[in-house]
Each structure stands twice: as C-alpha cells, then as structure tokens.
C-alpha cells in the first residue's frame, strides 16, 4: 500500500475534506491528513489519521515517517517552509490561481504596498514571499481541480463526486445562489435587479402566488447585507432567505439538497495578492464543485468558458430558463459517481508517484 502525506496549514479546508471523502477506504493508498488547528475544526472526520500540525512542526513530524508522496493543498503563504518540503520530498502542489505562481520578486514587492500592507510585509519578512515561486519551481507536480485548466504543466486533479440523496419536494421554485455574499467575485447588484424586475413581472401578470424563492447561500454583510434586506421589505410575490452569519456546513449542505437549480453569477474577473485571475482560465470557481457534489444544474453568466454540460449560460429569460431546468434531468452518476471518480484519482495518484 502506497502512502501519502496531505497537508492544509492555511486556507482550503473544503478541498481537503473531499480529498478525505474520495480516498476513504482506498485498498491501494494510506493517507495521514497533516492539518492546522483552524482547519482541523472545519473538518468532519471519519476516523481517518489526522495530525495536528502548523508551519513550525510539519517538517519535523514528515521525518519520523516515510511517504511516497506528499501532497500541499494551499500555498498562499508559510513559502520558506514549503521550499523546504518541496526541495526535500516528492511533493505535488495544488495551484489556487495560476497567474500568483509566476509572479517575479519585483511585482510581488509591488502587491505588497497595494492592500493589505501589514499581512504582506509579515509574508515578505518572515515567511520568504519573494521566493513564493521557487516553492512551485520545485514541486515535482502542480495539480489544478478544474479540467479546463489542464494542461502538461497542470495536472488535473478529480475530486468531486455526487452524493447520493434524496431530494425534497419544494413548493416553490428554489434558486439557491451559493457563496459568500460579496460583491468583490460575485454581481450580487445585478441578482437583486433580476429579482425586482421579476417582482414587476409578477405583479403585472394574473398568477399572484408566490412561486419563487431565492436563497444567498453564504454570509452577507455591509452594503449586500443592507441591500438584501431592502429587497425582502419590497417584495410580495418572491421569498428571499439570506444569512447575516457563516452558514454551518450542515446548513448549507440542507439548502443545497433542495436547491432546484444554482445560480452562480461570478465576475469574469477577481485578483489574488493584486494579480489579475480569471475564473475559467486561470482559477476555478468553487460553484463548480457545488455543481458537481450536490448534482445541480448551474446558470453562469455568458461569459464563462466551460464545456460541462450542466454548466449553462444564462439566457435572458433567466426564470424561465431556472424552470426549464428544474424539469430537466441530468444522470451525475454516469460521470461523477463516488467509484468512478475515485478509480481516476487513484490512476492519477499511480502516475505522480513514478515520476
């Protein structure tokens, strides 16, 4: 049986949690979970090997055992210790936004003095931000989750799968729009547009029932909280759910049980330590694991490149095009069942080993 080392010690507690979920029970591979305090308490763990471990202890606690391969799930800071890691152990490198990892010296200088100051400079002076990129220059494998974004350089790794629930019969139409509530990835303005100019549709037409609900499945605060609240006292013929805390897990996986379609209106556009990304091409959305794990359609906007068939387009008819969708089946199973996509990751796992 082979062995593997995952480590998160700083921000994607989701993405380890399916890693954990996928190899559970894999007759070829044994993996001991390497996880912060912070993470740890993110995680729902069934009785696999999990470690308590932060930037000063990892390094000690891989020598006491040997691994075949040594898996990082974030490197978005902590870059002396894993240069360390990387230049010592096979290790593969999951990569969050493509365009961070080649960053020269010079221009991550530059980001420091733009936002954030303070943390930067911490990530500058002590923890060798500058040499952020040498981290992914020594990995012997950098792994992306969107297929889209595979290529010789970036390995695509397969970890979301479709659970098998059963759903509940909503009164209504439910759109569930998951993420958290902030204007900075999403176009949250232009939901709450949509929603009161389909408000004005209603009041006009015969049918006054309300048949519509809509749900920001993530913590909305500031402007979009306020704007949010606004938009429920105006309304009489659409329901709309909203959360002024972190939505728990076992909350948002209820919500996305019963979501008939998700909307997921992302800009095309976001940054990440002051570098442009672009959802698609240089970064993945984590709307499309939602998609995959809870067996959803998803409307993105127009502009988001993908060729998975229950990614859709939206159309100008949005709502008609949520109840199309609501009646339309797509069989997940066929391509993301537990086994299958299981078998993948395991096939890759083989490959990164040999090399």
């Not at 002396?80 to 936004?97: C, D, Q, S």
């Not at 923890?127 to 990129?133: A, G, I, V």
């Not at 569930?176 to 389909?198: A, N």
């Not at 959802?279 to 993105?300: E, I, P, R």
Request: hydrophobic content about 40%; some cysteine.
């Amino acid at each position: 049986m082979k062995r593997i080392a995952y480590i998160e010690i700083d921000t994607h507690a989701e993405i380890a949690q399916s890693f954990m979920e996928i190899m559970e029970g894999s007759p070829s591979f044994s993996v001991d979970y390497y996880l912060s305090k912070k993470i740890r308490g993110q995680i729902v763990n069934n009785g696999v090997s999990v470690f308590l471990s932060d930037s000063s202890m990892i390094q000690d606690q891989l020598k006491e055992r040997r691994y075949d391969l040594v898996i990082i799930g974030t490197v978005h800071r902590y870059f002396n210790t894993f240069r360390a890691i990387t230049a010592k152990y096979h290790t593969t490198v999951i990569v969050h936004n493509m365009n961070f990892i080649k960053a020269s010296g010079m221009e991550l200088i530059q980001s420091i003095f733009k936002k954030d100051k303070v943390y930067r400079m911490k990530l500058w002076w002590k923890e060798d931000l500058l040499k952020s990129s040498e981290v992914y220059r020594k990995a012997k494998h950098l792994l992306v989750l969107d297929e889209a974004l595979g290529s010789d350089q970036f390995r695509f790794l397969p970890l979301f799968y479709t659970k098998p629930y059963h759903k509940p019969e909503n009164k209504m139409l439910t759109v569930v729009i998951p993420g958290g509530v902030s204007q900075e990835r999403r176009d949250y303005q232009r939901v709450v547009s949509l929603i009161r100019e389909t408000e004005k549709l209603i009041k006009n037409s015969a049918v006054k029932n309300k048949l519509i609900e809509f749900v920001f499945l993530g913590k909305a605060k500031n402007e979009e909280l306020k704007s949010i609240i606004d938009l429920e006292r105006s309304l009489e013929f659409i329901n709309v759910k909203y959360f002024s805390e972190r939505v728990a897990s076992s909350l948002f996986e209820e919500w996305m049980q019963k979501a008939d379609v998700l909307w997921c209106p992302i800009k095309q556009e976001t940054e990440f330590f002051s570098r442009k990304e672009i959802y698609g091409k240089t970064k993945m959305t984590g709307n499309l694991g939602d998609a995959v794990k809870f067996g959803k359609w998803a409307v993105f906007p127009r502009d988001y490149p993908s060729n998975l068939e229950f990614i859709v387009p939206e159309q100008k008819d949005i709502i008609s095009q949520f109840e199309m969708l609501k009646n339309t089946p797509f069989d997940f199973q066929k391509h993301y069942s537990r086994q299958l996509v299981q078998k993948r990751l395991e096939k890759l796992l083989n490959e990164l080993i040999a090399v």
